[in-house]
């Protein structure tokens, strides 16, 4: 499973951002077996729970992401994304993705949301 994390830039604190993963060399139905779920490491920090898709459908956030994060998933595009409204200064880190099939971890490589205030 290969993770591409993108959407990643600079906003203004208020702003609105939509991260998107695709899911490369994953066939589908790996894909749709996975539980797919949104990490972020800032700086000095360590890498923290933003939300998690399951692969059922349920979903689960941090506590920094209620209310104003919404994660979901397009199985027929092999993508989950994350939209976050709201953002604020303290948002800033790199976002991951992470796919989790059959026990084992994948990580993208990250992409970074600058929050400015």
């Known amino acids: 499973v290969q993770l591409q994390a993108s959407g990643g830039g600079l906003v203004q604190a208020g702003g609105s951002l939509r991260l998107s993963c695709l899911a490369s060399r994953s066939i589908l139905s790996t894909f749709r077996a996975s539980d797919m779920a949104w990490y972020r490491q800032a700086p000095g920090k360590e890498r923290e729970l933003v939300a998690i898709?399951?692969?059922?459908?349920?979903?689960r956030y941090g506590d920094a992401a209620k209310g104003r994060f919404t994660i979901s998933r397009d199985n027929s595009k092999k993508t989950v994304y994350l939209q976050m409204n709201s953002l604020k200064p303290e948002d800033t880190a790199v976002y991951y993705c992470?796919?989790?099939?059959?026990?084992?971890?994948?990580w993208g490589k990250g992409t970074l949301v600058t929050v400015s205030s």
């Open positions: 898709n399951s692969r059922n459908g349920n979903t």
């Open positions: 992470n796919a989790r099939f059959s026990g084992e971890d994948y």
